[in-house]
């Protein structure tokens, strides 16, 4: 059977037996909302677990509204107007308002970004500001955690008299699903607290992993900053894999966020009834797939439903390579996994080392090969997984490796979907 891959711009198909495919993974089609602004205004005046959001801004000094950056596709446009609309409805001048765009490590925005993200009229009429996490002198230390992580958020953002944060809801590979308290940290955090939370105290712990919420260790630390900050109000979309809305969660953090997480996961979860010996799968084409570093969301978010000590298969591009100087340097710096989280225990955490700790987790469990032509050809034998620039002959090596009976699963869009293993099973 010839199925579909999303791969790069164009696409790639891999050839798999009948006898052989035990499932094809994809999402759940969840239904575009045909009038997303219309369901917006209702959900702000009927919001779940709050009061109006009219209501609770009345009477504030000042408000802070905070986005995602260009790297994550939120529909702000559609968001930020009634926003503004009911704040200044309810007093608050709309130069005490600020809009801050969480970058947490990412690099600033440009005008042009801006201007995409936001609109025009929005990013003449109000103040915009890129959180820094490299700046100290632009964060305010709010104490430990219970654990011990040192809390370092956005002034911008502590100080405000009205916090809302903006966002959008899908798996992730280390916080379960995005949204909600995320956005405050790591968004707006610290370079010492963003470390903090992608040191391996969490990272090594197996709940910390796509779909996980009740077991996530990161989860509840995430939940300890967001209260010890103060978080007011939420406005969470769920997207399609058109980025059209399906579905608006506004009003209190936790049980807006909550009601969600539900949503998305009847949208995006799907189960098989035993793990396969090899899975094929992908980091859901261009643009998610323009880096290694940015690819390995493929590999973890199909970990489930490899068996241990099979052959996970995954078909990603990587046109722009590695990734960043740093994460490449790093990457290629080890002989093994294994050596790699060594290396890492007895060392303080570094930038960009918590995705190639997600790496290392997944090559602990199966022989994880990365099929990328670029890649292939430039870093073959230097990572500590293996390249491939042939799906099909890779596939074929399995079918050697296993047996001609081998059992394939396909995810051919690899980080939208949440998969896992029926229960009981």
Same mark, same amino acid.
């Given at each position: ?8 711009? @164009?696409?790639?198909?891999v ?14 089609a969840a239904?575009?909302i045909? *009038?997303?602004?219309?369901?917006l205004r209702d959900?702000?005046a ?6 109006? !959001?009219?209501t609770?801004?009345?009477?504030k ?11 994550r596709p939120v529909p702000?446009t559609?968001?930020? #107007?009634p926003?503004?609309e009911?704040?200044?409805?309810s007093?608050i001048?709309r130069?005490r308002? @600020? ?16 201007a ?9 009429? $109000?103040?915009i ?8 002198a632009?964060?305010? $230390?709010?104490? *430990?955690t219970?654990? %011990?992580?040192p809390?370092?958020l956005?002034?911008? $953002? ?15 590979l ?11 940290? =790591?968004?707006c ?5 963003i470390k903090?939370?992608?040191? =391996?105290?969490?990272l090594? *712990?197996?709940?910390c ?20 900050a103060?978080h ?6 769920a997207? *399609?894999?058109k ?9 209190? #953090?936790?049980?807006a966020?909550a ?15 035993? #793990?396969?010996d090899?899975?094929?799968? @992908?980091s859901?084409g ?6 290694? $570093?940015?690819?390995v ?7 489930p439903?490899v068996?241990?000590? %099979? ?11 590695l990734g960043?100087?740093?994460f ?10 294994k ?8 060392n303080?955490?570094?930038?960009d080392q918590?995705q ?16 990328? #032509?670029?890649v ?10 293996r390249?491939?620039a042939?799906?099909?002959?890779? !596939?074929?090596?399995?079918?050697r490796r296993y047996?001609?009976?081998a059992s394939?699963?396909?995810?051919p869009k690899g =980080? ?6 029926? =229960?009981?099973?």
């Amino acid at each position: 059977m010839n199925i579909p891959l999303a791969f790069g711009r @164009t696409g790639l198909t891999v050839n798999v037996p009948d006898r052989n495919l035990l499932k094809i993974l994809t999402m759940q089609a969840a239904v575009a909302i045909e *009038d997303p602004e219309r369901k917006l205004r209702d959900a702000l005046a009927t919001p779940v677990g709050s009061d109006p !959001l009219k209501t609770i801004a009345r009477g504030k000094r000042d408000a802070v509204i905070v986005i995602c950056d260009i790297t994550r596709p939120v529909p702000n446009t559609l968001i930020l #107007p009634p926003l503004l609309e009911i704040l200044g409805e309810s007093g608050i001048p709309r130069e005490r308002i @600020t809009i801050l765009v969480a970058t947490g490590l990412h690099r600033p925005s440009t005008p042009d970004e801006l201007a995409q993200m936001v609109g025009i009229e929005i990013l003449k009429r $109000y103040r915009i500001q890129d959180h820094h996490a490299r700046v100290l002198a632009e964060q305010r $230390y709010l104490g *430990d955690t219970r654990g %011990g992580t040192p809390v370092y958020l956005d002034k911008i $953002y502590c100080d405000a008299d009205l916090k809302i944060t903006t966002g959008f809801i899908e798996p992730h590979l280390m916080a379960g699903f995005s949204g909600g308290r995320k956005m405050i940290a =790591p968004g707006c955090a610290g370079e010492l607290t963003i470390k903090a939370l992608h040191s =391996p105290k969490f990272l090594e *712990d197996p709940g910390c992993r796509e779909g996980s919420i009740d077991q996530n260790p990161l989860h509840r630390e995430l939940l300890e900053i967001a209260g010890m900050a103060g978080h007011d109000f939420i406005v969470n979309v769920a997207l *399609d894999e058109k980025h059209r809305v399906t579905g608006i969660f506004a009003g209190d #953090p936790l049980q807006a966020h909550a009601e969600g997480i539900g949503f998305v996961r009847s949208a995006v979860r799907a189960t098989v009834p035993q #793990p396969a010996d090899i899975v094929i799968t @992908t980091s859901a084409g261009y643009p998610l797939d323009l880096t290694y $570093y940015q690819a390995v969301k493929g590999m973890t978010a199909a970990l489930p439903v490899v068996r241990e000590g %099979g052959m996970l298969i995954l078909a990603a591009e990587c046109a722009e390579g590695l990734g960043s100087r740093e994460f490449t340097a790093m990457a290629t710096r080890f002989s093994s996994g294994k050596e790699f989280v060594d290396s890492i225990m007895s060392n303080p955490v570094v930038i960009d080392q918590w995705q190639l700790e997600e790496c290392a987790k997944a090559a602990r469990r199966a022989d994880v090969v990365l099929v990328s #032509p670029r890649v292939a050809a430039e870093f073959d034998g230097k990572l500590f997984v293996r390249t491939s620039a042939s799906i099909d002959e890779t !596939l074929r090596e399995g079918f050697r490796r296993y047996g001609q009976e081998a059992s394939v699963i396909v995810i051919p869009k690899g =980080p939208y979907t949440l998969v896992d293993v029926e =229960p009981g099973t």
